[in-house]
């Protein structure tokens, strides 16, 4: 999962694209892109997350929304662009949807990003899995247990279209990094409430993420007790083992 880092020609021009994309006139697209330009300059937040065509898109929508005051942690900015691309993406995209069943079967987002989370949490240790694997991950999870066998096989499909993923070599990985990370929280998040003792201490990073969506949710209560004995697996680690 790589990205190579845009230029700052590059990173205006795909804003500028995307400001005309959403039916602004060319001054206002000009404009409007440059504010977006500037504030992810000065944001070494949103700096980290702008490494792609793709992100920069999805960062134009939401920054061209959200006020420069309001708070937007790594975690919940994320979470939103995720959940922005999964939404009723085949009505977004003007080109024929190659998983119609798929999107039949699972019309939301929450439970586009449920099945996502299981195919991220598959290449944990990896830079991507193969093919036939990716879509088996996605055949037999439950929440396509009472699908049609269309809308199972499609599900792998689907998420290329989106973007998030890609296929090279009969090799399945993520397009963004960030991304990545951020799809796991969904299954890291059952873990910590069903099977704590799974987590292991190299995945501080989703489980801070975790942490950050939950507390942004007002729900940390409900994880407050895993994350506490997470915390005592690294008390309880020589300093030279705790992960960087």
Known sequence: ???????????????????????????MAIESSNVVFRRIAEDALLDEVATSPLALRLLYRRLTRTSNHEDLSLPVLLQGLLIERLHNWEHADAKDNPAPAFCEAVPSAEG?????????????????????????????????????????????EFFRWTGLIRLSDDYVEFALRPLFEIAQVPDMLDR?????????????????????????????????EALSRYVDLYVEMPRWAVPA
């Not at 987590?199 to 949710?217: C, G, K, P, T, Y």
């Open 112 to 156: 586009r990003a449920t099945l996502l989370s299981a195919l991220a949490s598959s290449m944990v240790g990896a830079t991507g899995v193969e093919h036939t694997r990716a879509i088996e991950c996605l055949r037999a999870h439950p929440l396509l247990s009472s699908s049609s066998e269309n809308a199972r096989i499609q599900a792998l």
């Open 1 to 27: 999962v790589s990205t190579a880092r845009l230029t700052d020609e590059e990173r205006l021009a795909i804003l500028r694209a995307a400001a005309s994309a959403s039916g602004l006139q060319a001054k």
């Open 192 to 224: 910590l409430r069903n099977s704590p003792g799974t987590v292991d201490s190299n995945s501080w990073r989703i489980v801070a993420f975790a942490a950050a969506l939950e507390r942004s949710r007002g729900t940390l209560s409900l994880i407050a």
